[in-house]
């Protein structure tokens, strides 16, 4: 049953990011903090998250914008490697409630980032990547402030969503090296990831084919809520 789950809500969740570039992992994070726990979930989710960008990143091949994606990993890749040993040496309550308060916070924060409506020059983009990267190793995903970043770059549609998937693609990569050489992917951990990652890489690619009949202002609506559920989800489980 908790497979059978995972993999509806993996679908769920890689088809919506596959449409608006973020909410995969805020979706499904709940659910594979509920079945296995804090510790074990966040590298699973990683190389779920991993697959699913993957997915986005041959959808939208043709838009990328290697650049802006390099510059992004320069200093989000380091930060990655430093945010997971901060991971793994926390406790896992402490983890569940960071992850939940992370969450509730990313709701105001994304809609600050919007009212500014700032257009950011490209040597900004290395230097929001650090904190990004160093959050993205502690709380799985960063998907709702890393949107509005390439946003503001001037990044739209297909070269967005390609583009910011690219740019968390080499994170996650660099997350799951770091678990792999701290000993936290034993297999159990890998097949559990593979099972979910396949779920959200089809969705990234149904994701494209979805005609988009809700306007912007309801897609960031439905994301909001996402995240409010999400972290409340998350912190019911801290306290339980």
């Known amino acids: ?49 991993f697959m699913g960008n993957f997915g986005r990143v041959v959808a939208w091949r043709r838009e990328l914008d290697w650049k802006a994606a390099a510059l992004f990993c320069i200093t989000a890749l380091p930060g990655a490697v430093l945010g997971v040993r901060t991971l793994l040496a926390a406790p896992a309550a402490l983890i569940e409630a960071a992850l939940g308060l992370f969450f509730l916070a990313m709701v105001p924060a994304r809609r600050w980032l919007k009212r500014r409506e700032v257009r950011l020059p490209l040597w900004a983009v290395p230097v929001i990547g650090a904190p990004l990267g160093y959050l993205t190793g502690i709380v799985v995903s960063t998907g709702p402030l890393q949107v509005p970043l390439f946003t503001s770059y ?29 000993g936290a992917l034993p297999l159990s951990t890998v097949t559990k990831g593979l099972i979910a990652g396949c779920s959200l890489m089809a969705g990234s690619f149904a994701g494209k084919h979805v005609v988009l009949r809700l306007s912007p202002d309801a897609f960031r609506l439905i994301v909001d809520g996402l995240m409010v559920f999400s972290g409340l989800t998350l912190l019911a489980a801290a306290l339980r």
């Open 1 to 49: 049953m908790d497979y059978a789950l995972v993999l509806i809500v993996g679908l769920f969740g890689g088809t919506l990011g596959g449409i608006v570039g973020t909410g995969s992992s805020i979706v499904l994070m709940p659910v594979l903090v509920w079945f296995w726990g804090p510790v074990e979930a966040v590298p699973v989710m990683a190389i779920a998250a």
């Open 154 to 182: 001037g990044l739209e549609r297909g070269a967005l969503l390609g583009t910011e998937a690219l740019a968390s693609l080499a994170v996650y990569a660099t997350k799951l090296a770091t678990f792999s050489g701290m």
